[in-house]
């Protein structure tokens, strides 16, 4: 097929199966109708020069022409899951039993002869293709079998520049409010839709009574905010929690009316229906990627919006996150937008220039402000203001924390939590339980063995190296594009402040956070005054925001890395850090064997920064793996997180998995891990993306020629000590890939695979050695 052809095989399903370029005439539906008529409505007479067609074998020849299937929507998708679904979760996976196989009608024979479509993949495929053409107003369709045996790369890679941005978009205005102010994180008796507005906005408050009068089945509530949003008054508004306005855009109506639209965001996905503090960062990253600058400029927009008039990024644009933030990426996120810009240079200009003054804003009176400022180390810490117990958790979560408190006074838990979060009972032990408990919250790592029951006492290097960036991202956006002359209501800044900042702050991670010892950073506990004994993959993050030096990036490298590297990719933290699991100390889902999306992508970054791209491309290839893996294998399914040591989904932690839970198709998948997914393919080489098409596995891909150069040893006539030799040659091999896997000699590998034959490797080309 030519470009155009193929353009067209692979379009957006709205486009595909629009009318005009998928139609289906009425002789072949007559044709096909006729043909698919069950036994006893239809005598099958075959032609006399013909017998009838015997199941395909995989070794019979196949059309040069591109074939395609007539097919009665509705009616296939009915067959489809009767014969396929047997676990009945309208979806099709390698959990199924049924026979995997199912005989379509092609469209050049009118649907009279048959062709069978075989396997998970290609019967997942054909199931999501028909909700979709079903989504579109379909009832026949001529299908393409090249859509159902789609590279899964390629095919994923486009669900989520086509199909999943698109699912994960919100607006905060009278279209959109519907949506968005859903919100099953809300546990009180009280599940109005409400949307609190900045205090002064008067013309936005206006706006929304509008839309509540206007749109009474919304039922929507509009309260204003304080002009000053204290600890307390938060805490007094969590048994009525709603959205918080975000930036709005005058706009004229059909009927030349001045009105407002809201500038649109990504959310995560799943129960998270609003936009978050990291998690955007990260969706940017992958907007950028899929050339959607408008939409990730509205982001930082938003963000813009939310430190003016909530005093910072908040965890999330929820009432009961206004005392929280998260992780700040403000800057990054403007440079990145800010290079891609099509505006003229004073339009971008202007706009960056607002941008950096929210940001030296959010830096001084939230990250260099207390409590979040430690004076003694001159590093911060997450160290929200908020009072009493987060409201935004299941009913139960804190049942086994307050169950002691209660028995003490010989009160049920709901009578405790409720007399305690009216202040008729202190206690002092619960007030700093609640505390580290937000903090972790804040943090973004809910829950971690790293951070339990101490997260605001600790001066974390994952926090300082965003501040470290902050610092030098400040300082170069004033020198560059400003001429060091940056006017902030009167008052001008220079470049030179912001960088002896930056210093400071790199001696100071140098001294509490640096273990030469161990070749890695930890977090520092100030009420103890000593290092924290956890090792987190978040001691990366220095090598994404540069503070370290040539000399302990190499040290991180090469001693540290291989502690955090498994199977699929890298884990939160290691497994001697998380510590036993039993029945009374569960499952953290940022700890081991747990992996996540912004921990990758950071790393990766990192890694190239300081010229390690053969790591960076390695663990790239290890996560990107996982998600094809889940995404073949599992109905395109693409979730929150992976279990990466056992490349598993389907997890048994604390909140289970955000993504998982669709029919028929996936419309989502996940924000950061769309957003993982498209970074990530920027580091892979063309022969890389060929076997991660083929589902290639990290094993054979890595360990191909190692094994094959290794010389065979029949362990029964080898001693121990050499077995074990041996064995530790291999795993050194294994772990010096860095310095043994060259770009001009990656591995080369056609892969043949299908659901019954193993993969098989025809040629790898692999340089060992340094």
């Known amino acids: 097929m030519g470009d155009t052809a193929n353009n067209h095989v692979f379009a957006d399903s709205k486009i595909y199966y629009s009318a005009d370029t998928n139609s289906v005439s009425a002789r072949q539906v007559r044709g096909f109708v006729m043909s698919n008529m069950s036994n006893n409505q239809q005598k099958t007479v075959y032609p006399t020069d013909r017998a009838p067609r015997k199941r395909r074998a995989s070794h019979d020849p196949k059309m040069n022409k591109p074939r395609k299937f007539i097919i009665d929507v509705e009616e296939t998708m009915r067959l489809l899951l009767e014969q396929e679904d047997t676990d009945g979760d309208f979806q099709i996976t390698i959990h199924d039993s049924g026979p995997k196989t199912l005989s379509v009608g092609t469209a050049d024979s009118d649907g009279y002869r048959k062709f069978e479509i075989r396997g998970t993949y290609q019967l997942s495929n054909l199931l999501q293709e028909l909700a979709l053409a079903a989504g579109h107003g379909r009832k026949h369709v001529v299908l393409d079998e090249a859509r159902l045996n789609e590279n899964p790369v390629d095919r994923l890679s486009r669900m989520i520049r086509n199909l999943f941005w698109d699912g994960l978009t919100r607006r905060i205005d009278a279209e959109g409010l519907e949506a968005i102010c859903a919100d099953p994180k809300n546990r009180t008796a009280d599940h109005s839709p409400r949307i609190y507005i900045p205090y002064g906005e008067d013309e936005i408050y206006t706006y929304y009574k509008w839309v509540a009068e206007t749109r009474p089945h919304l039922k929507l509530e509009v309260e204003m905010l304080p002009k000053d949003i204290t600890p307390e008054y938060v805490k007094s508004i969590n048994d009525r929690p709603g959205i918080l306005s975000l930036a709005m855009r005058k706009h004229f109506d059909d009927q030349g009316n001045i009105t407002f639209k809201g500038v649109p965001f990504i959310v995560p996905g799943g129960r998270f229906n609003e936009m ?66 099509s505006e003229d240079d004073q339009s971008k200009k202007e706009w960056l220039k607002t941008v950096i003054r929210a940001a030296i804003k959010e830096y001084h009176t939230v990250w260099m402000s207390e409590p979040r400022y430690d004076s003694e180390t001159g590093l911060s810490r997450f160290h929200p203001t908020g009072l009493g117990i987060p409201p935004e958790t299941e009913a139960s979560h804190f049942d086994h924390v ?123 506990d100030v009420s103890q005054q000593k290092q924290s004994i956890y090792e987190s993959v978040t001691a990366f993050w220095a090598l994404w925001a540069g503070c370290a030096s040539p000399e302990q990036a190499e040290k991180l490298v090469k001693v540290s890395l291989p502690k955090f590297e498994a199977l699929g990719g890298l884990v939160s933290g290691t497994e001697e850090s998380r510590g036993p699991i039993t029945l009374d100390r569960p499952n953290r889902q940022w700890d081991y064997p747990f992996g996540w999306a912004p921990h990758q992508i950071m790393t990766w970054r990192g890694l190239e920064n300081y010229g390690f791209m053969t790591d960076a491309r390695r663990l790239a290839y290890r996560w990107l793996f996982t998600i094809t893996k889940s995404f073949v294998d599992f109905n395109g399914v693409v979730p929150e997180k992976y279990d990466v040591v056992t490349l ?15 029919k028929f198709v996936p419309r989502e998948g996940f924000g950061w891990m769309n957003a993982s997914y498209q970074v990530g393919l920027s580091y892979l080489t063309s022969h890389m993306r060929r076997a991660l098409g083929a589902c290639t596995s990290p094993e054979v891909f890595f360990r191909h020629k190692v094994a094959k150069d290794v010389p065979a040893v029949s362990l029964e006539s080898t001693s121990v000590s050499e077995h074990q ?24 590998a056609s892969v043949v695979k299908d659901d019954t034959q193993p993969v098989k490797v025809k040629a790898v080309s692999l340089k060992v050695g340094p």
């Open 648 to 662: 598993a989904h389907l997890l048994k932690v604390e909140y289970g998995n955000v993504g998982v839970d669709f």
């Open 725 to 748: 030799r041996l064995k530790a040659l291999v795993l050194e091999i294994d772990q010096n890939l860095s310095s043994s896997f060259s770009d001009s000699n990656t591995v080369d």
């Open 402 to 524: 307050i169950l002691p408190y209660a028995k003490r006074l010989g009160l049920t838990i709901k009578e405790y939590a409720a007399k305690y979060q009216a202040l008729e009972i202190h206690e002092p032990e619960l007030d700093s339980y609640f505390l580290h408990d937000r903090a972790v919250r804040e943090s973004g790592h809910d829950t971690t063995y790293r951070f339990d029951k101490r997260c605001a006492n600790l001066v974390t290097i994952d926090l300082n190296s965003l501040l470290y960036k902050y610092e030098v991202d400040i300082g170069e956006i004033i020198l560059r594009i400003f001429n060091n002359h940056f006017d902030i209501d009167g008052t001008i800044e220079t470049s030179e402040p912001w960088f002896e900042r930056a210093l400071a702050r790199k001696e100071r991670i140098n001294k509490y956070l640096w273990n030469e010892e161990k070749c890695l950073y930890y977090d520092y």
């Open 276 to 341: 978050y503090g990291w998690d955007s960062y990260f969706e940017i990253l992958g907007l950028v990627v899929d050339t959607r600058i408008d939409m990730a400029k509205g982001m930082v927009d938003n963000f813009v919006y939310e430190i003016t008039h909530y005093g910072k990024i908040l965890n999330a644009n929820r009432s009961y996150y206004l005392t929280r933030s998260q992780p700040p990426f403000l800057t990054d996120m403007a440079m990145k937008v800010y290079e891609r810009l």
